[in-house]
């Protein structure tokens, strides 16, 4: 089963960017769609974005709104998710997974420890 190490998160101001990154070991990364979740206090995990194993196919929540990018390197077995105009609403903890299919995100069963994002006003 594959392992999975998040980091970039931290504290920035609102409209500031921020790009988290995930490593992935223990397996073959290419055999998975990957995505990012994120939860914050009191809410359940909410689907951010993901990525299908090649052709690097993309698919986002709807409140993304275009300001997360998603984006895989297979090489260094890493995924990335690019966050611009960062808003209060976005502070959670954000997590990376690895699945079968990159859509509908419904079937990642391996998990990061997560990474905490905080955004201030």
């Known amino acids: 089963q594959v392992q999975l190490v998040e980091s970039g998160g931290t504290l920035v101001q609102a409209g500031e960017s921020l790009r988290l990154s995930c490593v992935a070991s223990?397996?073959?990364?290419?055999?998975?769609?990957m995505g990012w979740f994120r939860q914050a206090p009191g809410n359940e995990r909410e689907f951010v974005a993901s990525?299908?194993?090649?052709?690097?196919?993309?698919y986002y929540g709807e409140f993304v709104k275009g300001r997360f990018t998603i984006s895989r390197d297979n090489a260094k077995n890493t995924v990335y998710l690019q966050m611009n105009s960062l808003e209060p609403e976005d502070t959670a903890v954000y997590y990376c997974a690895a699945g079968a299919s990159y859509y509908p995100p419904a079937d990642f069963d391996s998990w990061g420890q997560g990474t905490q994002v905080t955004v201030s006003s």
């Open positions: 223990g397996g073959i990364s290419t055999w998975y769609a």
């Open positions: 990525i299908s194993q090649e052709s690097g196919r993309t």
